[in-house]
Protein backbone atom coordinates (compact mmCIF):
# COMPACT_ATOMS: atom_id res chain seq x y z
CA UNK A 1 0.00 0.00 0.00
CA UNK A 2 1.37 3.27 -1.05
CA UNK A 3 0.26 7.20 -0.85
CA UNK A 4 1.20 8.67 -3.91
CA UNK A 5 -1.27 11.39 -5.12
CA UNK A 6 -4.70 11.92 -3.99
CA UNK A 7 -6.29 10.41 -6.60
CA UNK A 8 -6.21 6.80 -5.25
CA UNK A 9 -8.24 8.06 -2.58
CA UNK A 10 -12.07 7.66 -2.31
CA UNK A 11 -13.82 10.64 -0.69
CA UNK A 12 -13.89 8.48 2.59
CA UNK A 13 -10.16 8.11 2.54
CA UNK A 14 -9.27 11.32 2.62
CA UNK A 15 -12.03 12.09 5.67
CA UNK A 16 -10.81 9.38 7.17
CA UNK A 17 -7.27 10.51 7.14
CA UNK A 18 -8.18 14.01 8.06
CA UNK A 19 -9.83 12.88 11.07
CA UNK A 20 -7.23 10.95 12.49
CA UNK A 21 -4.88 13.86 11.54
CA UNK A 22 -7.40 15.98 14.19
CA UNK A 23 -7.86 12.99 17.00
CA UNK A 24 -3.83 12.58 16.78
CA UNK A 25 -3.51 16.45 17.89
CA UNK A 26 -4.81 15.46 21.30
CA UNK A 27 -4.13 11.97 21.75
CA UNK A 28 -0.58 10.65 22.00
CA UNK A 29 0.02 7.03 19.44
CA UNK A 30 1.02 3.79 20.85
CA UNK A 31 4.60 3.57 19.78
CA UNK A 32 5.95 1.36 17.04
CA UNK A 33 9.53 0.81 17.61
CA UNK A 34 8.63 -2.40 15.53
CA UNK A 35 8.97 -0.11 12.46
CA UNK A 36 11.63 1.29 10.57
CA UNK A 37 10.98 4.23 8.28
CA UNK A 38 13.31 6.56 5.55
CA UNK A 39 13.48 9.92 3.81
CA UNK A 40 14.77 10.05 0.37
CA UNK A 41 14.83 13.42 -0.38
CA UNK A 42 16.87 13.67 -4.45
CA UNK A 43 15.33 17.56 -3.87
CA UNK A 44 15.73 20.16 -1.44
CA UNK A 45 13.04 20.09 1.04
CA UNK A 46 12.76 21.67 4.80
CA UNK A 47 9.27 21.38 5.77
CA UNK A 48 8.34 17.93 4.37
CA UNK A 49 11.73 16.45 5.33
CA UNK A 50 11.41 17.10 8.68
CA UNK A 51 7.70 17.40 9.56
CA UNK A 52 7.80 13.62 8.25
CA UNK A 53 11.31 12.87 10.43
CA UNK A 54 9.28 14.62 13.19
CA UNK A 55 5.82 12.76 12.59
CA UNK A 56 8.22 9.16 12.76
CA UNK A 57 9.35 9.58 15.93
CA UNK A 58 6.23 11.17 17.21
CA UNK A 59 4.93 7.69 16.37
CA UNK A 60 7.73 5.80 18.39
CA UNK A 61 9.22 4.42 14.74
CA UNK A 62 13.23 3.97 14.23
CA UNK A 63 14.17 6.54 11.02
CA UNK A 64 17.09 5.43 9.00
CA UNK A 65 19.36 8.48 8.32
CA UNK A 66 20.00 8.96 4.60
CA UNK A 67 21.70 11.92 2.75
CA UNK A 68 21.33 11.73 -1.11
CA UNK A 69 24.44 13.70 -1.59
CA UNK A 70 26.54 10.61 -0.20
CA UNK A 71 24.27 7.98 -0.94
CA UNK A 72 25.03 5.38 -3.91
CA UNK A 73 22.74 6.95 -6.25
CA UNK A 74 25.97 9.10 -6.86
CA UNK A 75 28.08 6.27 -8.41
CA UNK A 76 25.04 5.27 -10.46
CA UNK A 77 22.64 3.00 -8.57
CA UNK A 78 18.67 3.67 -9.89
CA UNK A 79 16.42 4.52 -7.62
CA UNK A 80 14.61 0.98 -8.26
CA UNK A 81 18.07 -0.54 -6.48
CA UNK A 82 17.94 1.56 -3.90
CA UNK A 83 14.77 0.94 -2.74
CA UNK A 84 15.42 -2.58 -3.22
CA UNK A 85 18.16 -2.32 -1.11
CA UNK A 86 15.92 -0.39 1.65
CA UNK A 87 13.03 -3.34 1.22
CA UNK A 88 15.89 -6.11 2.11
CA UNK A 89 17.95 -4.41 4.80
CA UNK A 90 13.78 -4.44 6.58
CA UNK A 91 13.09 -0.84 6.08
CA UNK A 92 9.05 -0.94 6.02
CA UNK A 93 8.15 2.76 4.67
CA UNK A 94 10.01 5.11 2.44
CA UNK A 95 9.39 9.27 1.31
CA UNK A 96 10.74 9.89 -1.40
CA UNK A 97 11.06 13.31 -3.46
CA UNK A 98 11.84 13.51 -6.87
CA UNK A 99 12.72 15.62 -9.53
CA UNK A 100 10.96 13.27 -11.83
CA UNK A 101 7.14 13.47 -12.47
CA UNK A 102 5.83 10.10 -11.67
CA UNK A 103 9.09 8.00 -10.29
CA UNK A 104 6.85 5.97 -8.74
CA UNK A 105 5.71 4.37 -11.69
CA UNK A 106 8.86 2.62 -11.89
CA UNK A 107 8.53 1.30 -8.61
CA UNK A 108 4.81 0.39 -8.15
CA UNK A 109 4.07 -3.27 -8.09
CA UNK A 110 7.49 -4.59 -7.76
CA UNK A 111 8.66 -3.06 -3.91
CA UNK A 112 6.98 -4.95 -1.03
CA UNK A 113 8.16 -1.41 1.04
CA UNK A 114 5.34 0.97 1.61
CA UNK A 115 6.23 4.42 -0.32
CA UNK A 116 4.72 7.90 0.29
CA UNK A 117 5.46 10.62 -2.31
CA UNK A 118 6.97 13.85 -0.75
CA UNK A 119 6.58 15.72 -4.44
CA UNK A 120 7.53 14.61 -8.05
CA UNK A 121 8.26 16.92 -9.87
CA UNK A 122 5.86 19.20 -11.42
CA UNK A 123 3.40 16.06 -10.82
CA UNK A 124 1.84 15.51 -6.85
CA UNK A 125 2.74 17.01 -3.80
CA UNK A 126 -0.24 14.02 -1.43
CA UNK A 127 1.14 15.55 2.07
CA UNK A 128 0.95 19.52 1.36
CA UNK A 129 -2.48 18.94 -0.20
CA UNK A 130 -3.80 17.04 2.72
CA UNK A 131 -2.33 19.75 5.46
CA UNK A 132 -3.81 22.42 3.21
CA UNK A 133 -7.13 20.35 4.03
CA UNK A 134 -6.91 19.99 7.30
CA UNK A 135 -6.18 23.73 7.69
CA UNK A 136 -9.51 24.34 5.64
CA UNK A 137 -11.31 21.73 7.19
CA UNK A 138 -10.37 23.46 10.81
CA UNK A 139 -11.50 26.75 10.09
CA UNK A 140 -14.62 26.14 7.97
CA UNK A 141 -15.73 22.51 9.19
CA UNK A 142 -16.73 21.98 5.35
CA UNK A 143 -15.58 22.57 1.73
CA UNK A 144 -18.96 22.48 -0.45
CA UNK A 145 -18.92 26.09 -1.57
CA UNK A 146 -15.79 27.62 -0.68
CA UNK A 147 -14.50 29.92 -2.72
CA UNK A 148 -10.44 29.32 -3.10
CA UNK A 149 -8.38 30.69 -5.55
CA UNK A 150 -4.64 29.58 -6.00
CA UNK A 151 -2.53 32.47 -7.39
CA UNK A 152 0.97 32.32 -8.55
CA UNK A 153 3.11 29.67 -10.89
CA UNK A 154 0.30 27.39 -12.12
CA UNK A 155 1.82 25.84 -14.20
CA UNK A 156 5.17 24.33 -12.25
CA UNK A 157 3.00 23.57 -9.10
CA UNK A 158 2.14 20.29 -7.75
CA UNK A 159 1.01 22.13 -4.95
CA UNK A 160 -1.56 23.63 -7.20
CA UNK A 161 -2.16 20.40 -9.05
CA UNK A 162 -2.83 18.31 -6.36
CA UNK A 163 -4.76 20.62 -4.29
CA UNK A 164 -7.26 22.04 -7.09
CA UNK A 165 -8.48 18.01 -7.89
CA UNK A 166 -9.01 17.15 -4.02
CA UNK A 167 -10.77 20.93 -3.42
CA UNK A 168 -13.15 20.11 -6.23
CA UNK A 169 -13.61 16.71 -5.66
CA UNK A 170 -14.54 17.83 -2.15
CA UNK A 171 -17.22 20.16 -3.62
CA UNK A 172 -15.38 23.73 -3.16
CA UNK A 173 -14.68 26.63 -6.25
CA UNK A 174 -11.49 27.09 -7.28
CA UNK A 175 -10.28 29.62 -9.18
CA UNK A 176 -6.72 30.64 -10.42
CA UNK A 177 -5.16 34.00 -10.43
CA UNK A 178 -1.42 35.18 -11.23
CA UNK A 179 0.17 36.36 -15.03
CA UNK A 180 -0.86 34.08 -17.91
CA UNK A 181 2.16 32.96 -19.00
CA UNK A 182 1.97 30.72 -16.11
CA UNK A 183 -1.03 29.29 -16.97
CA UNK A 184 -1.26 25.28 -16.98
CA UNK A 185 -2.90 24.10 -20.96
CA UNK A 186 -3.85 20.80 -18.55
CA UNK A 187 -5.94 22.82 -16.27
CA UNK A 188 -8.05 25.20 -18.90
CA UNK A 189 -11.49 24.27 -17.46
CA UNK A 190 -10.33 26.43 -13.96
CA UNK A 191 -11.32 29.85 -14.44
CA UNK A 192 -8.89 32.71 -13.95
CA UNK A 193 -9.75 36.24 -12.10
CA UNK A 194 -7.61 39.10 -11.70
CA UNK A 195 -5.68 39.32 -8.05
CA UNK A 196 -8.68 42.55 -7.21
CA UNK A 197 -11.37 40.20 -8.24
CA UNK A 198 -9.82 36.92 -5.98
CA UNK A 199 -9.65 39.28 -2.69
CA UNK A 200 -13.35 40.19 -2.79
CA UNK A 201 -14.89 36.75 -3.75
CA UNK A 202 -12.32 34.60 -1.73
CA UNK A 203 -12.73 32.50 1.52
CA UNK A 204 -9.04 30.81 1.24
CA UNK A 205 -6.56 32.55 -0.89
CA UNK A 206 -3.64 30.58 -1.22
CA UNK A 207 -0.53 31.89 -2.69
CA UNK A 208 1.92 29.76 -4.48
CA UNK A 209 5.78 30.53 -4.55
CA UNK A 210 7.23 32.15 -7.41
CA UNK A 211 10.14 29.63 -8.36
CA UNK A 212 13.11 31.78 -8.80
CA UNK A 213 15.25 28.30 -10.12
CA UNK A 214 12.77 28.68 -13.34
CA UNK A 215 12.01 32.17 -13.60
CA UNK A 216 14.42 35.13 -13.75
CA UNK A 217 12.93 38.61 -12.54
CA UNK A 218 13.47 41.10 -14.90
CA UNK A 219 12.23 38.93 -17.74
CA UNK A 220 9.31 39.80 -17.76
CA UNK A 221 8.53 42.18 -14.61
CA UNK A 222 10.56 42.86 -11.61
CA UNK A 223 9.72 41.75 -7.65
CA UNK A 224 8.10 44.83 -7.60
CA UNK A 225 5.84 44.60 -10.25
CA UNK A 226 5.21 40.76 -9.69
CA UNK A 227 3.62 42.30 -6.13
CA UNK A 228 1.97 45.13 -7.51
CA UNK A 229 0.24 43.21 -10.05
CA UNK A 230 -0.09 40.05 -9.03
CA UNK A 231 0.65 39.63 -5.46
CA UNK A 232 -1.46 39.87 -1.79
CA UNK A 233 -0.35 43.46 -0.88
CA UNK A 234 -1.56 44.98 2.24
CA UNK A 235 -3.83 47.17 0.29
CA UNK A 236 -5.78 44.32 -1.40
CA UNK A 237 -5.91 42.37 2.55
CA UNK A 238 -8.17 45.19 3.24
CA UNK A 239 -10.38 44.05 0.31
CA UNK A 240 -10.65 40.42 1.93
CA UNK A 241 -13.93 38.94 3.02
CA UNK A 242 -14.74 38.93 6.31
CA UNK A 243 -13.32 35.58 8.21
CA UNK A 244 -11.58 34.31 5.08
CA UNK A 245 -7.82 33.26 5.45
CA UNK A 246 -4.29 33.23 3.73
CA UNK A 247 -2.66 30.42 2.91
CA UNK A 248 0.92 29.66 1.24
CA UNK A 249 2.70 26.16 1.39
CA UNK A 250 5.98 28.09 2.17
CA UNK A 251 9.05 28.78 1.51
CA UNK A 252 7.70 32.28 1.21
CA UNK A 253 9.47 35.01 -0.71
CA UNK A 254 8.20 37.80 1.51
CA UNK A 255 7.72 40.83 -0.01
CA UNK A 256 6.81 38.90 -3.44
CA UNK A 257 3.54 37.23 -3.71
CA UNK A 258 2.63 38.60 -0.61
CA UNK A 259 3.76 41.31 1.81
CA UNK A 260 6.37 40.72 4.22
CA UNK A 261 3.59 42.06 7.59
CA UNK A 262 0.77 39.59 6.13
CA UNK A 263 2.98 36.70 6.14
CA UNK A 264 2.12 35.95 10.25
CA UNK A 265 -1.19 39.09 10.30
CA UNK A 266 -4.19 37.56 11.90
CA UNK A 267 -5.99 35.77 8.60
CA UNK A 268 -2.42 34.17 7.48
CA UNK A 269 -2.47 30.10 8.47
CA UNK A 270 1.09 29.70 7.16
CA UNK A 271 2.34 28.66 10.33
CA UNK A 272 -0.76 26.50 11.38
CA UNK A 273 0.20 24.18 7.85
CA UNK A 274 3.21 23.62 8.89
CA UNK A 275 2.15 22.35 12.41
CA UNK A 276 -0.78 21.06 11.06
CA UNK A 277 1.58 19.41 8.35
CA UNK A 278 3.38 17.05 11.74
CA UNK A 279 -0.27 15.41 12.34
CA UNK A 280 -1.34 15.11 8.69
CA UNK A 281 2.06 13.11 8.01
CA UNK A 282 1.71 11.07 11.17
CA UNK A 283 -2.03 10.11 10.06
CA UNK A 284 -1.02 9.40 6.31
CA UNK A 285 2.25 7.46 7.97
CA UNK A 286 -0.97 5.56 10.20
CA UNK A 287 -2.84 5.20 7.49
CA UNK A 288 0.07 3.55 4.65
CA UNK A 289 1.10 1.28 7.79
CA UNK A 290 -2.67 -0.07 8.38
CA UNK A 291 -3.69 -0.83 4.56
CA UNK A 292 -0.01 -2.80 4.67
CA UNK A 293 -0.85 -4.98 7.84
CA UNK A 294 -4.15 -5.58 6.80
CA UNK A 295 -2.80 -6.73 3.30
CA UNK A 296 -0.17 -9.05 5.51
CA UNK A 297 -2.83 -10.48 7.34
CA UNK A 298 -4.65 -11.39 4.24
CA UNK A 299 -1.91 -13.08 3.00
CA UNK A 300 -0.76 -14.95 5.71
CA UNK A 301 -4.95 -16.11 6.48
N1 LIG B 1 5.97 23.18 1.21
C1 LIG B 1 7.03 22.38 0.98
O1 LIG B 1 6.94 21.35 0.30
O2 LIG B 1 8.17 22.85 1.55
P1 LIG B 1 9.58 22.12 1.45
O3 LIG B 1 10.02 22.22 -0.01
O4 LIG B 1 10.49 22.90 2.37
O5 LIG B 1 9.41 20.70 1.85
Keep these: ?87 AIGV ?49 GRFKGLNITIAGDIRHSRVARSNTYALKRLGANVNFSGPTAWRDPDMEEISFIEMDQAVKESDVVMLLRVQHERHAFGENFTKQEYHNQYGLTLEREKKMKKNSIIMHPAPVNRGVEIADELVECERSRIFKQMKNGVFTRMA ?18
Design 1 to 87: MHFLTLDELTVEDIYEVLHQAEALKNHKPLPRPDLYAVNLFFENSTRTKCSFEMAQRKLGMNVLSFEAGTASISKGESLYDTVKTLE
Design 92 to 140: DVAVIRHSEERYFDALKGKVSISLINGGDGMGHHPSQCMLDLLTIYQEF
Design 284 to 301: MLQYVLAKREETKHELIN
